[in-house]
């Protein structure tokens, strides 16, 4: 498996760079939804929220990658009514769990495929177990497994490949 060592600094919540990294990521984390919501179900099928927010906590610990979580959804909620207000809270602990899982397995472990992988899985994990205990609904909350697959292997995939990429900034 290749591995490699990724600079990754750990960003606190008195740096303005986190706040400027955050938005960055915010930004990525708005973006990216509205192009996939131009297709039908693309944010079923694609989970772009999470994206950007996997992206960086790698990158810059789970300070920023929190803040990413917690404000994207918000933000494309509040302007674009995109997830729905219903959605926000599951949304939200998957965001969250994605966040501080990306942040810590970022921070112990060498960065690899595997190491992105893990961080998605925990989220999906988490996240299948608050939405089945929101509603009692098995089938709802294999939703992103069973819907969301493509974004899944993005995430991972895609998530690996961009954080290689940048790898040196």
């Known amino acids: 498996m290749n591995t ?19 938005a960055l990521f915010i930004c990525g984390n708005i973006v990216v939804p509205q192009l996939c919501h131009l297709i039908p179900k693309g944010g079923l099928i694609f989970l ?7 992206i960086g906590a790698f990158k810059c610990g789970w300070k920023v990658g929190l803040l990413t979580a917690v404000l994207s959804p918000l933000v494309n909620c509040l302007f674009f009514g995109m997830p729905p207000v219903a959605s ?8 969250i769990t994605l966040a501080v899982a990306a942040g810590l397995i ?3 472990m060498r960065f690899s495929l ?7 899985l925990i989220c999906q994990v988490v996240g ?17 497994v069973r819907i969301g697959w493509p974004g899944i292997l993005i995430q991972v995939f895609g998530g690996w490949l961009l954080l290689k990429a940048i790898e040196k900034w």
């Open 88 to 95: 926000l809270p599951a949304i939200l602990v998957k965001s």
């Open 128 to 144: 299948m177990t608050f939405e089945y205990l929101m509603d009692f609904n098995f089938l709802h909350a294999l939703q992103d």
């Open 4 to 22: 490699l060592t990724i600079q990754r600094e750990q960003y606190d919540f008195r740096e303005l760079r986190t706040y400027l990294a955050a």
């Open 106 to 108: 970022g921070k112990k």
């Open 48 to 54: 772009p929220i999470y994206f950007f927010t996997l």
């Open 114 to 120: 595997l190491s992105v992988a893990l961080a998605v």
